[in-house]
């Protein structure tokens, strides 16, 4: 009797595609037993005693959405969400008086992006390069390589601080129209951001080379404890160099709606009428996706920026993290300094945001982890978050141990 035949299948092809480099590290980590674990992989914050913090101005904000139903949203989202994160972020500006931005609800900072992407790729089918820093988010090669577009890593970090002159020589070539990803602020992963004066050098070259910046806005407020300040080189490139751009912005981070998904794309245009034909594309990439966005983080944020008191509370909430995200850094910074651990520590304070390069290898991270149940990316950044005064003073000595060990 002949073997049976092998059943038709259109899925034996599938690849194995290894985990995600930022979400494993916490999946080891929740595996793990030991007491002394800690986790300094995952973008979120944790108060002083390393637990998730509901943001007061938050839970204000759910006692009056609680009972607001639960129908749909239009295809572009709430609109008072929408109006009221565009004035956040460019009040003041022509652009917005002028009624020359289009802007649609989106899945947080990730579905901001790829909404840009997919839009552009509708609006210009033949969209040359997308320019991202290196390092970067690893989300931002990964979105647009899956779009089929061109990356092009542009040198960003070394010797401990932001690359002008390399990141420059980068742009150089690029074509007129390619793309431009650029952090806001609190450069994920190396928390080094560009000064004033650096973004206008920066501002020139793409406003010169006609090129279409997309600010990734994922921690304004959260940075400095003010969203004006950490929203300026944004602010800049808008009022001052009155530039076509994007915006993809995110709530998670500095209202803590982490789960909610809750953010915003937005593109500033020329004219009102192309402002109304961007608006019908974003309509038709969110029709094409999830068909109309979530409601309830929508909610929070429309209330708390439409609401005086609640918007209040809401800039001491972002003080408090920051202040707290600051403090840890000058604590470990003390800290290493007074182990007498090898090396130059200073870019610890330097550095601003959630995110930290503290120039560990890739060997020295899977030491940390075996010996110590220590969790962090393969490339040494770490989260300010996950540290508090239970445990900083034993990654602090972890870490003069392994540096130590590797320098001998």
Not at 61 to 88: C, M
Not at 293 to 306: E, F, N, Q, R
Request: aromatic share 10%; with cysteine.
């Amino acid at each position: 009797m002949s073997p049976p035949a092998a059943a038709f299948s259109l899925l034996d092809r599938a690849p194995c595609i290894p985990p995600d480099a930022i979400f494993a590290p916490t999946t080891n980590y929740l595996a793990d037993q030991h007491a002394e674990k800690i986790l300094l992989a995952h973008g979120a914050y944790s108060d002083g005693e390393g637990k998730p913090w509901i943001l007061p101005s938050v839970q204000l904000a759910e006692e009056i959405v609680k009972n607001s139903g639960h129908e749909y949203l239009p295809i572009a989202g709430l609109k008072t969400f929408r109006n009221r994160a565009l004035e956040l972020i460019f009040h003041g500006t022509r652009a917005l008086d002028e009624g020359r931005i289009a802007s649609c609800q989106a899945p947080s900072g990730s579905g901001s992006l790829f909404m840009a992407g997919s839009a552009l790729k509708i609006i210009n089918p033949d969209l040359r390069d997308v320019i991202i820093t290196t390092p970067s988010w690893p989300s931002h090669k990964l979105q647009f390589e899956t779009m089929g577009s061109p990356v092009i890593e542009a040198p960003y970090y070394k010797d401990k601080q932001f690359d002008l002159k390399a990141y420059m020589a980068a742009l150089e070539p690029a074509n007129p129209g390619s793309i431009v990803i650029l952090h806001a602020c609190a450069h994920d992963p190396t928390g080094c951001d560009p000064t004033p004066e650096q973004w206008k050098t920066m501002g020139a070259a793409i406003k010169a080379k006609r090129l279409f910046p997309i600010f990734d806005a994922a921690y304004l407020g959260f940075n400095s404890g003010d969203v004006d300040k950490d929203a300026w080189a944004v602010h800049y490139s808008a009022s001052e160099l009155g530039l076509e751009m994007g915006l993809a912005l995110s709530f998670a981070k500095n209202m803590g709606l982490y789960g909610e998904r809750i953010g915003l794309v937005a593109f500033i245009t020329n004219t009102v009428e192309t402002r109304r034909n961007v608006d019908s594309v974003f309509e038709r990439v969110q029709r094409c996706s999830i068909s109309t966005p979530p409601a309830y983080g929508a909610k929070l944020v429309s209330t708390i920026l439409g609401n005086p008191e609640l918007k209040s509370q809401w800039d001491k909430d972002i003080v408090t993290m920051s202040e707290r995200i600051i403090s840890v850094r000058q604590k470990l910074y003390q800290k290493l300094t007074e182990l007498q651990t090898p090396g130059d520590w200073s870019h610890i304070i330097k550095q601003t945001g959630m995110f930290s390069y503290l120039g560990l290898s890739p060997a020295q991270v899977v030491f940390l982890q075996e010996r110590y149940y220590i969790y962090m990316l393969h490339t040494g950044r770490i989260s300010m978050a996950g540290l508090n005064d239970n445990n900083l003073a034993y990654f602090a000595q972890a870490v003069d141990y392994i540096v130590r060990e590797t320098s001998s």
